[in-house]
Each structure stands twice: as C-alpha cells, then as structure tokens.
C-alpha cells in the first residue's frame, strides 16, 4: 500500500511528528517550543535506536561470525542466547571501576565519555528518510570528517592517562593510523561531494534520487577507497591493530573495565553504524531505491542498506587476518592517496565537461560511470603491479617436494606455483 | 542578536572558552593544559556558529580540535618528563605582570573604539561563497599556502628518514 | 631526536605465546633490538619423577611433554628402549604406529596452522576449521585407546591394544574426505595476500644458522635442508611406505607454514598406503625373559622390567621436529637417567637472531612458526 501523507500512517514516522509539532504550535506556544521539541524527539529517538541496534549487534555478530567459523554462538543465555547482549551489559555495569594507582584520574574518566561523543553526534545529519534529519547542516559531509577527527585525540587520551606501555604503544598506533586515512576519506567524500554540488547529505541523496542512479556506480573507486578508510577509523578488522589482541593484549584500553570498557566496545559498534550510515546515504542511495520508498517507509530501506553494509564489514573480520602497522600506512600513503587524488582529478574533469557541454544526464552519466568503472579497475590493477605487489615473491606459493636426504635447496630452486586444488602434485 | 536563545548561547560559549584558556595557563599538568585548549578551540567553534559561519565552524574543529591539537600531544610526550609540571617557573611574576598589561591594552582597544554594528541580513551559504573567493579573488595566497604546506611536508619526511638509503615497505 | 630503548614483556599470561612462555623485548620505537626469552614456567621436572618410576610407568609422561602430539611422544620413548633391549615390535605393530604417528602429525599441524593464523590476527577462524579435522582425528584416537589427547597408546615392544573393527572403515572414511579439505585451506590461508605479506621474509633463517643451532623439523626444512628422520634413520615401517620431504627455500615463516601444509598432504599419502598394506598379526612382541626379573620378595616375587645395563638414544621425526630419548639404564628397574631431547626447546634457539631488526607484531609471528608447545620446552 503507498505512503499517506497523514498522520495516522505510522510507516513513515514523519507524518506523526510533524502533526505533533503542528499541534503544538496551534495551542499558540512560542516559536521556540516545537523546534526544541522536535530537537528533542528526533535526539531521543536515536539515541534509543542506536542502542537498541548495538544490543541486537552484539547477538547478530556473535552469531554470524561463529557461523562462519564453523560453530554455533551464543546460545545459552536466553532462547537461542538471545539475551547475551543483556547479560554482557549487566556484567560490565556491574564490575568493579579500578582505576589504576598512576593514572591521571580526569583523563581517564573523560576518555570514554569522549570517545562516544563523536560516534553518536554523527547521527545528527544522516538522513534517515524524508525529511528524517535532526540537523540539516550545508557543511554535512566536512562535519563528518571534523567528528571524526576529534575521535583520535579521545583514542590518544585513553592511551596516555592508562599509564601504561601497552595502552601508549596502542594509542600512538591508532593515532598515526586514523590521521593517514583521514586523508583518503576526505577525498573520497570529495568526489562525492563535486557530483551533487553541495555539503548537504540530504541535497546527496536527493540528487540521487533525482538522477536515478547511486553514487556507488559513479564513483567506484572512492566506495572502495571509503569503505577501506571507514574500517580503518572504526578499529574493525582487518584494521583492528590498535586492539591488536593477539600482540598487545588489548591496546589503548587494556586498562579499562567494567562500564568505561563498555563504552568503548559501545562506541565501536556506533562508530561502525556511523560509517555504514555514512556509506549508505552517500554511496548506496540514502533512503531511496528507485521508486521503493513510495511503498515502504524510507527509513527501512535506509536501515536495510546500513545493515547490509554493516554486515560487510562483519564477514571481513571473520575471514581476514590483521595487517602490520607499517604495512597498513605503506598502503595509504602509496597506494590510496595516489588513486584517491587520480579519482577527485578525473571527477572534476568530468563534472566540469559535463556542466560546460551541457550534456543531459541520461547521456552523461552512463558514459561517466562507464569511464570511472573502467579507470577504478585500471588503477587498482596497474598501480598494484607498479607498486610491486604482484611480483613472483608475493604470490602464494608451495613447498618443493624431494627425495634426497640431505640435500639444501636454500634459494636455490624457486617455490612452486599454487594450483589449487591439484593436490600435492 | 536580541533573542534569549542567542544572548545565552554567546555567554555560556564565551564562559567555556574564556574558562578553559585560563586553564590552559593555570593548568600543572601540561597534557590537562592541552586539553583545556581542545575546549577552548571547540567553544570558539561555538561561537563561530553564532556568527553564522558553518563552514568556518567546523574547520575550526576539524583542524585546530583534531589535528593541531594531536600535533601538540605528540610534541609533548615525546619531550622529558621533567617538563610536565609547569608550575614552579622562575618567570611567574613577570609574565603576570606582562599578561595585566596586555590584557589592559587590550581592553582599553576594545571599549575605545567605535564598533559599528552591521546590519545581519538573512543567512547566505558560506562554503560556496569562500570556494570561489578562494579561486578567485584569493587564488595566489591559496596557492602559496599549498606551496608552503608541501615544504613543511617535504621537510618533515626528510626529518625522519632514516640514515640507510633503503625505505622499508 | 634522542630516543631510548624501553623493554616490554610479551607472557607469560598472553593470548599468543603458546602457553606460559615469557619472552622480554627491547624495543626502540616499534623495531626490537634484543630479545631475551624466559622459559621454565611449565617446569615439572618430568626427568627427574621419571627415574623413580619404571619403565613402563614413564609412558603417560611422555603423552604430557608434547600435548598436542601425544603418539608421537609416546612412539620416541618406547623405541628408545626398544633400543636398549634389542626388542623389535611385531609387523602389525609396526604399521598401526605409523598410521597413528601420522594422524597425529596431521592433527599437530592442523593445530600449529591455525594457530599461526591466529597470530596473525585472523580471529578464531582458520583455527575453527582446521579443528574440524583435528576432531575427527581425536574421535579415532579415542575410538583406539580410549583417550584423544594423552594418549599413552605405545608399549615397549608394541602398541597397548588392537585397534576394534569400526576403527579401519572410519580410517577409511576420513582418508577420503581429507583430501577434499586441504583445498579449502590452502584457499584461505595460503593464498590470503595479508597472510603472505605477514610473513614472506619475515624471520629468514640460513640453513648454515639452522643447522649451527640443530633446528630439526618443519623449521629447518623450510630453510632448504631436505632432512626428515624418517628417511635419514628411518624407525617403523617408514622404509615401506612411500612419500616426499617438502622443503621450502627461502627460510621465512611463509616457508615454515608452506612446508606445514604440504606434511600434511604427505601424511594423507602415507595413511593411504597404509590402510591397504596393513597385515593381520601380533601387536606385541615377546619380551624377552632375560629382561624381566622378579624384583622384591624373593624368586618367586612380583616380575619388573629391567633392561639390561647400558645407554640408547631414539628418534623420531615428531610434528615440531627431531623429538629423542636418550635413556641410560643401570639394570634396575627405573630409569638411570632419562633426557627428552625436545625440538621445541632447541628450535627456539635462534629465536633472539631471528626477531631482532622485527616490529612486535612480527616476533608474535615469528614464535607462532617455530611452533613451540611449552610443555616440551620446558618438560
């Protein structure tokens, strides 16, 4: 059935809302209490999404990880373990604070409260559907970044104040790693950005859905070079060095427990969120899918897609081990930069014939989305062998296989190639 | 700027940011100091929102909030411990008394003139309005700015290569 | 800028030393410039307890040294002594050893593969997969002797009992699923470019290095000797069956894992030709008389085991490397002296070489490829 525009069509919540502020505005209150209210409603309605959404995360990693890991999950607490993320939350509230003897009291309060600030004032320009955006910023996208800037010195104070080598080591890691990929999500949202000609996140998705195409078939090259970066802010694997568990027990927040540790785990799953939410308006169409939201709410489609995305990230941490660290900034320094600045170049080229000849969309973006395919396909493969990265001595290889006792083969014979599924031939 | 919710937004920012500058200087702890000036930078932020200037806004938190201040934290813990409290300073009375009289100068400057107040006309969009001043009326200082950050970056990779020739991977 | 070296502890509580081992870096920044390694957290003096007990009583120790490769343990201790006694175990023996040494072979590298993964940061999930296999292993091992990881399965002149009759077409079941498994590895792990780029040329050991340090094992085949005991002083029915010595040729941890991966095509091979060549008999030799004497209350008193004065060393080719026994005997019925020589212990002894010059995250690496298992380092 299509979306009415009345009030009592609870599918698209805005409706509701903004009957309510109408009636509040008709019992002749001041101008300022239905803008306050609606501030309110609209914060108070995230805040309850985003933490229901990381109680029900919890569950829904647990499980698909394990799925893929050949097991079963939790399944103890609860029908099918459904209340774990229940029982993991009562257990952190309820452990004792410690705070290590030498470590700066302030910071080390204040570094969890300020590293969850920032993921959860992200949502505050995301669109969640027409007209769903609790601040319509012009500078939406560069406000993204900014937020997302703030988030290393928090990851540097809850480094620093633990007083402790590892946690220090970890900070200075995550530090130096956020700040590379800083870059290359800049310019991966500056592609975007020169395509719709304007900051706002709504004016993006609008653009979308006016031009019928999502950004991701324009632009394939900065998604890629986005959804890499976004892992790299949100500490997931196979990015996950700073909490490098396996190295440095638990890096920048080894020190802490019970509900601060919490709101680390917290901020990561809303951080994640507020990526794949990034992604899914800018990339992926927002709330719109070529005519579906007609038929079913915005927000739904919008929360498919972020889940979808979300669950992206989710797989490639349970397949892929963990890069270096000095691996990790060799590959954004040499190889995205390079392909990110060659992208934010050719896209301007291209908005910039597209405008001056005039050219109707329907012609122009096909060709350009062709083009960029092409390109994004082109320079990953090239600048990769360039680079060196498809050498003879990174390729997977297999032992050699021999008879004589005692002989030494040290680089003398070279690794045999790898067919899979040969066997040992 | 008559309305309440203006008037009390300009003093609640202007008490954050003034506050925690003045807890910059007073601060023992050199990484607390640090931290009060992130404040201080995000309260200008807030007040650069009052004047209407987004854009201006939250470059104000991108690059002072997030870089310029983990520039500075980085400086700071690699220097020697025995620089973190700042408090016992031989210097404290004479930069007091410099501190008085800047402030005064200041002061006196600020009361004496004669500040004419603009009339605000309606809100106008200014990241595309600085774009193109950017490119073009102020395109050369923009390009020598480029320049200048490029050598910074040149020099800075030249200050931390190290002595063998080969550059690992 | 002046700089100074500070020291970190990886262990012994750490979620990737393989057990309680300690190992203490000197860092300068993130590159290691010393690496000290503190072992004995897992001492239990298993040579000295050995000597009160007799000879047969030392079995179950040797299921504990190397846990994870209990037959194996169990199959160096017994031909020690059949060294020392001139015993040789019967035919049937002879090939159910080989078949459980090679299950277990398969079982320990599953293990090690996936646990190298694991440092490499791949959470849990190479190594869940791998334990599939591992776990069937176990349900045959528990299917044959009762237990799947002390196995405590050798005897000195045989093997403890017969395998029962569901044994063989279980053997058989499994032999021919194996094969279609290992590609689905090899998928995701050997062919994973993060996994090749964690660990080509990381940790490189010469083979003059290896052989100077008497590395044996996985460790010093990929370094390019082509040494297995099982063909160099071949023990069993080694000699019978037919199979290849895999070697790598850059001496890297890739190598290592390499080398890893193709043993246990090999042991797939060798568990075919077994299976088809295994006869009907015996599966415990005569001891001889001489050898068992009464040992208190007179002549007629209980019987003990009581080799004959002397010295054996035995060998064999364990999942970690050369794994012997030297035993000395002074014609009583406990052991003179009884030394493990663990290939875990000696392997690491190049470790503070071939860490220095790394970052932290390889040393982790580099220790998950030498494939320690720290009861045997420390016994």
């Known amino acids: 059935m299509r979306l009415l525009a009345e009030w009592y069509d609870f599918r698209d919540l805005g409706n509701t809302i903004g009957a309510l502020l109408d009636r509040i505005r008709d019992w002749g209150a001041p101008d300022w209490v239905p803008y306050v209210a609606s501030g309110v409603i609209g914060a108070v309605a995230i805040l309850l999404w985003t933490v229901l959404s990381v109680l029900a995360f919890i569950w829904i990693e647990r499980r698909v990880v394990a799925l893929m890991q050949n097991r079963i999950g939790p399944n103890r607490v609860g029908p099918n373990g459904l209340l774990q993320p229940v029982a993991d939350a009562l257990k952190l509230l309820l452990k004792e604070a410690i705070t290590t003897r030498d470590a700066d009291r302030i910071l080390f309060w204040a570094a969890p409260v300020l590293i969850f600030i920032p993921t959860m004032v992200i949502f505050a320009v995301i669109p969640f559907g027409r007209g769903m955006v609790l601040a319509d910023l012009n500078v939406g996208v560069l406000f993204l970044i900014a937020i997302g800037s703030t988030n290393t010195l928090a990851v540097f104070l809850a480094g620093w104040s633990s007083n402790n080598k590892y946690a220090l080591l970890g900070a200075m890691r995550t530090v130096a790693m956020l700040i590379s990929y800083e870059i290359i999500q800049v310019l991966a949202l500056l592609g975007v950005v020169l395509f719709a000609g304007s900051m706002r996140l709504g004016d993006i998705v609008d653009w979308q859905r006016d031009m019928d195409v999502w950004l991701l078939f324009i632009q394939p090259l900065a998604l890629l070079a986005y959804i890499i970066s976004g892992a790299v802010e949100i500490n997931r694997s196979p990015m996950d060095i700073s909490e490098a568990e396996s190295e440095i027990v638990a890096g920048y927040h080894t020190e802490y427990g019970g509900i601060k540790f919490g709101f680390f785990y917290q901020a990561e799953y809303l951080a994640g969120f507020g990526i794949a939410a990034i992604i899914t308006s800018l990339y992926l169409g927002g709330w719109t899918a070529w005519g579906l939201e007609e038929w079913v709410p915005g927000w739904l489609i919008f929360l498919g897609k972020l889940y979808l995305v979300f669950f992206l990230y989710i797989w490639s941490r349970g397949t892929l081990p963990r890069l270096r660290i000095d691996q990790l900034m060799a590959f954004a320094w040499k190889y995205l930069l390079p392909l990110s600045l060659l992208n934010v170049v050719v896209a301007g080229g291209e908005v910039l014939v597209w405008r001056e000849a005039d050219v109707p969309s329907e012609v122009a973006l096909p060709v350009i989305g062709a083009i960029n395919a092409v390109l994004a396909v082109a320079l990953v493969v090239g600048w990769a062998s360039t680079l060196g990265h498809l050498r003879r001595e990174r390729r997977p290889a297999r032992a050699i296989l021999t008879q004589e006792v005692g002989a030494i083969l040290y680089e003398k014979a070279a690794p045999g190639p790898l067919r899979r599924g040969s066997g040992q031939a | ?169 | 800028m002046k700089t100074e070296p500070f020291v970190i502890n990886i262990g012994p509580q750490h979620p990737s030393t393989h057990g309680v081992f300690r190992l203490r870096l000197t860092l300068d920044g993130e590159r290691i410039v010393d690496a000290e390694m503190v072992m004995g957290y897992l001492h239990r003096s298993m040579e000295k307890l050995a000597e009160e007990r007799s000879y047969t009583q030392n079995i179950p120790f040797t299921d504990r040294t190397d846990y994870v490769a209990a037959m194996t343990g169990n199959l160096a201790y017994v031909l020690a002594v059949e060294k020392l006694c001139a015993i040789e175990a019967p035919e049937r023996a002879q090939w159910l050893r080989v078949i459980m040494s090679e299950l277990q072979r398969f079982a320990s590298h599953s293990m090690a593969i996936g646990v190298f993964a694991n440092d490499c940061g791949a959470w849990q999930t190479p190594v869940m997969h791998m334990f599939r296999e591992r776990e069937k292993i176990l349900d045959l091992f528990e299917m044959a002797c009762g237990a799947r990881l002390t196995t405590n399965y050798m005897r000195i002149g045989g093997v403890s009992r017969d395998v029962p009759p569901e044994f063989m077409p279980a053997l058989k079941k499994l032999i021919a699923e194996l094969p279609k498994r290992m590609p689905e590895y090899e998928a995701l792990l050997t062919e994973n470019e993060i996994i090749v780029a964690r660990s080509r040329g990381i940790g490189v050991l010469t083979p003059g290095a290896a052989m100077a340090a008497s590395v044996s094992g996985p460790m010093l085949r990929a370094s390019g000797v082509a040494w297995d005991i099982r063909k160099a002083d071949p023990y069993a029915v080694y000699p019978k069956v037919e199979f290849d010595i895999a070697v790598g040729t850059n001496g890297d941890v890739y190598d290592r894992f390499l080398v890893r991966v193709a043993e246990m095509w090999q042991s797939i091979r060798i568990l075919e030709q077994a299976v088809d060549m295994m006869p009907a008999g015996p599966i415990h030799a005569q001891i001889p008389a001489a050898t068992v004497q009464p040992t208190m209350g007179g002549p007629s008193g209980p019987l003990a085991f009581r080799p004959p004065a002397g010295e054996a060393y035995g060998r064999i080719e364990s999942p970690r490397g050369e794994l012997g026994f030297y035993i000395i005997s002074d014609g009583g019925p406990t052991p003179f002296r009884f030394h493990i020589r663990s290939p875990s212990f000696i392997n690491l002894t190049p470790l503070r070489d071939l860490s220095i010059g790394m970052t932290v995250a390889d040393a982790v690496v580099i220790l998950g490829s030498v494939d320690i298992v720290v009861g045997e380092v420390d016994r």
């Open chain 2, 1 to 169: 700027m008559e309305d309440a919710g203006s008037i009390a937004a300009f003093w609640v920012l202007a008490v954050i940011t003034v506050g925690s500058a003045l807890m910059v200087a007073a601060a023992r702890n050199l990484i607390h100091a640090v931290v009060a000036l992130i404040v201080s930078f995000l309260g200008v932020a807030g007040l650069y929102v009052t004047l209407s200037a987004d854009f201006l806004a939250v470059t104000q938190v991108l690059i002072y909030a997030g870089a310029v201040s983990v520039l500075i934290l980085f400086a700071i813990v690699l220097t020697p411990t025995a620089a973190r409290d700042n408090a016992d300073s031989f210097l404290r009375l004479p930069a007091l008394l410099l501190a008085v009289v800047v402030a005064f100068t200041i002061g006196l400057a600020a009361l004496e003139t004669d500040w004419r107040i603009a009339d605000r006309g309606g809100f106008e969009e200014t990241a595309s309005a600085i774009g193109e001043a950017l490119l073009d009326k102020y395109v050369l200082p923009f390009e020598i700015a480029s320049v200048l950050l490029l050598a910074a970056m040149i020099g800075a990779i030249v200050l931390v290569r190290p002595e063998s020739a080969s550059v690992e991977e």
